[in-house]
């Protein structure tokens, strides 16, 4: 069999994973064969190789199907080379000390930045809806150096609040500033007119090296106190692989990315993976499924982009199956990806019924880069479960109860989920 392969992508036939057996059949091929690259820019260095004029990523205006910045993957390429020469020459001659900041929505710049300031250093893209002083703890937790923030015309509060919390965080020196803006001056830059000024190659020596790490991620606190979680090139590169592969991805699809890029599911799970595999990812608006217009025209949005994976959290799964769908052609839609919270059971009920879509379920932390365990894109799912596990990777449930020694729990019983993988 030949298991799908990021870099380069394969041509030859592939074969869907059913089950776990051909999860274990993929375990016999050489990892480095399978995976060949060591950083994340090598997956769009060979996406634009083999799909150079397939689109790549779709920003929409307030989800307006009509109002959209698009990118090739030719394009993408290019923009993150400029973003990574960018950021490196505001980290300084070390990167690895200070950290890029994201406090902002997803404005049509900001995919790419955030891709760019991976591969130039370490980046932290962090929920804005958060308080001042949580803001302000994380940036000087994770030690930030630059901040992307949205200009005042694109969101006057989110400005205001980003103002009160570099007031409190010394250390920032830069800051870029996306959108429509006016004269800047002191820290601020116009991220615009600034990546407009860097070449589109690289203008650095990239990390040779999987396990540098490339990003901090905040979790949200569901499992314990909020914490800082630092991913490596390798760990993002092989859970994007890990999605392609169960999920069954490839070029031909469309992704309507309905997870916040301050989350792995959205930077991950509907992202990475599928751009990767030379997929297109569409994101409904800056502020993703919390647009009530993207709500709204959801089902116009899938029509337009002849969506192919429809995703979100279990709350933005419940909210789009209460639009009705009306004359809008969905027929390209081959599944339904929820994830970041247990799916309750009428919800997925209540959108299988609905929209006629089979709701997949993953299971992940922020810790592994969201991949755990998967239901089998190109199969059946089963309502309930999360699937299995991810290629490469070993999972146990062990008894809560015995300290003395670490027992796998039989069928049914509740433990305690151990986990470990590339």
């Given at each position: 069999m030949?298991a799908?392969?990021l870099?380069?992508?394969?041509t030859?036939?592939?074969r ?5 057996a051909d999860i274990?059949a993929?375990?016999q ?9 060591r950083n994340l ?6 996406t ?9 990523l ?5 989800g307006?199907?009509?109002?959209a ?11 993150i080379?400029r973003?990574?020469n960018m ?5 300084g001659d070390?990167?690895s ?6 406090l902002?929505?997803?404005l ?6 955030l891709?760019?300031a991976?591969v130039?250093?370490?980046?932290s893209?962090?929920?804005?809806l958060?308080s ?8 000087i937790?994770?030690n930030?150096t630059?901040?992307?923030?949205p ?5 006057a509060?989110?400005w205001?609040?980003a103002?009160?919390v570099v007031?409190?965080?010394p250390?920032?020196?830069t800051?870029?500033?996306?959108g429509?803006?006016?004269a800047?001056n002191?820290?601020l830059r116009?991220?615009?007119v ?6 589109d ?5 990239l ?6 790490v490339c990003?901090l991620?905040?979790t949200g606190?569901?499992?314990?106190r909020?914490?800082l ?11 994007a ?12 699809d469309v992704?309507i990315n309905g ?9 991950v799970?509907?992202?990475l ?15 993703s ?6 709500i709204?025209n ?6 337009a982009a002849?969506a192919t994976?429809?995703s979100?959290?279990?709350t933005?799964?419940?909210s789009i199956?209460d ?6 052609d969905i027929?390209?839609v081959?599944?339904?990806l929820t994830?970041?919270?247990v ?11 609905r ?10 932390m922020?810790?592994t ?15 309930g ?15 809560l ?18 986990v470990?993988?590339p």
């Amino acid at each position: 069999m030949n298991a799908r392969r990021l870099l380069p992508i394969t041509t030859c036939a592939q074969r869907d994973i059913l089950t776990i057996a051909d999860i274990e059949a993929i375990e016999q091929l050489p990892y480095d064969a399978l995976i060949p690259a060591r950083n994340l820019y090598d997956l769009f260095v060979a996406t634009a190789a083999n799909h150079p004029d397939r689109p790549a990523l779709t920003v929409l205006e307030d989800g307006d199907p009509g109002v959209a910045i698009s990118y090739t993957h030719q394009q993408l390429r290019r923009e993150i080379a400029r973003a990574a020469n960018m950021f490196r020459a505001a980290l300084g001659d070390e990167p690895s000390v200070g950290v890029v900041a994201f406090l902002c929505p997803t404005l049509a710049q900001i995919p790419a930045a955030l891709l760019g300031a991976q591969v130039a250093g370490i980046a932290s893209s962090i929920n804005f809806l958060l308080s001042e002083d949580a803001i302000a703890d994380l940036l000087i937790a994770e030690n930030a150096t630059v901040l992307v923030v949205p200009s005042k015309q694109q969101d006057a509060a989110l400005w205001e609040k980003a103002k009160a919390v570099v007031e409190k965080v010394p250390a920032i020196h830069t800051i870029f500033v996306a959108g429509k803006c006016g004269a800047l001056n002191g820290k601020l830059r116009s991220l615009g007119v600034e990546l407009a000024r860097q070449q589109d190659e690289m203008a650095f020596a990239l990390p040779a090296e999987r396990s540098t790490v490339c990003a901090l991620f905040h979790t949200g606190g569901t499992t314990g106190r909020p914490k800082l979680v630092r991913l490596t090139h390798g760990n993002q590169i092989h859970a994007a692989w890990s999605f392609a592969q169960v999920h069954g991805l490839d070029e031909r699809d469309v992704a309507i990315n309905g997870f916040p890029l301050f989350h792995v599911g959205g930077t991950v799970t509907a992202g990475l993976s599928v751009l990767a595999a030379g997929g297109h990812v569409v994101i409904p608006s800056a502020i993703s499924l919390r647009s009530k217009t993207a709500i709204r025209n959801y089902w116009k949005i899938v029509e337009a982009a002849r969506a192919t994976i429809v995703s979100g959290v279990p709350t933005s799964i419940a909210s789009i199956a209460d639009v009705p769908i009306g004359n809008a052609d969905i027929s390209s839609v081959r599944m339904g990806l929820t994830g970041g919270a247990v799916c309750p059971k009428a919800v997925g009920d209540r959108f299988v019924a609905r929209t006629g879509i089979t709701l997949f379920e993953t299971y992940g932390m922020t810790e592994t880069a969201a991949a755990i365990a998967f239901n089998p894109g190109r199969g059946l799912p089963m309502q309930g479960s999360v699937g299995f596990r991810a290629p490469f990777a070993a999972t146990r449930i062990v008894n809560l109860e015995d300290h003395e020694e670490l027992r796998d729990c039989p069928t049914l019983q509740s433990g305690l989920v151990l986990v470990q993988g590339p």
